[in-house]
């Protein structure tokens, strides 16, 4: 005679939701990465004239080493009014361990450049000057496949511990 336990089931249960809840979690984060870098596709454009463009350095302690940044600053005017931004993209400009990668964007950008401007319509003293990549969008599709594979496995689960359950309550012969 056979016995028919539900560890098993239960085991593929927790798998499964656990495969599910990571996949849904990363779709979120992608997702929400995907539309904020897909907002400024739609936003306003003006002339601008970048100010400052220069290599910055910082130490955060002994023994540490130096990081270097784009320190950049940028003028434009909406409606009659002037404003100033120091972002090339949404995020604020990165720090880097190699100063030459802090000096490309120096070059990108030079002081004095005339530069398209994007500003956010709901808050015009936002503004950048490049668009964040939308490769989140593009690859939503991988924890994608690790929600869909994890709710097919808590289902399959699930179908198991209820003919289990039935079994188990059906009267004997």
């Known amino acids: 005679m056979r016995r028919s336990g539900k560890g098993?089931?239960?085991?593929?249960?927790?798998?499964?939701?656990?495969?599910?809840?990571?996949?849904?979690?990363?779709v979120v984060i992608l997702a929400r990465g995907y539309a904020k870098a897909k907002e400024t596709l739609d936003w306003p454009v003006v002339e601008g004239t970048v100010i400052l463009s220069r290599v910055k350095e910082r130490v955060?302690?002994?023994?540490?080493?130096?990081?270097?940044?784009?320190?950049?600053?940028?003028?434009?005017?909406h409606e009659g009014?002037?404003?100033?931004?120091?972002?090339?993209?949404?995020r604020n400009n990165p720090y880097f361990k190699e100063k030459a990668k802090a000096e490309r964007w120096v070059v990108?950008?030079?002081?004095?450049?005339?530069?398209?401007?994007?500003?956010?319509?709901?808050?015009?003293?936002?503004?950048?000057?490049?668009?964040?990549t939308?490769?989140?969008?593009?690859?939503?599709?991988?924890?994608?496949?690790?929600l869909v594979g994890g709710l097919v496995v808590l289902g399959r689960a699930i179908?198991?511990?209820?003919?289990t359950v039935r079994c188990e309550s059906a009267p004997s012969p």
Request: cysteine-free; glycine content about 12%; proline content about 7%.
């Open 108 to 132: 990108d950008w030079p002081e004095g450049e005339r530069v398209e401007v994007f500003f956010d319509p709901a808050n015009p003293s936002f503004a950048v000057l490049d668009h964040d």
């Open 8 to 26: 098993g089931y239960y085991y593929l249960a927790f798998i499964g939701a656990s495969l599910a809840v990571i996949g849904g979690v990363f």
């Open 134 to 146: 939308r490769a989140a969008g593009y690859t939503i599709w991988f924890p994608g496949v690790f």
């Open 159 to 163: 179908l198991g511990l209820s003919r």
């Open 81 to 90: 009014k002037s404003y100033q931004g120091d972002r090339v993209k949404r």
């Open 60 to 77: 955060l302690g002994p023994g540490v080493p130096t990081e270097y940044t784009h320190e950049l600053l940028f003028e434009y005017r």
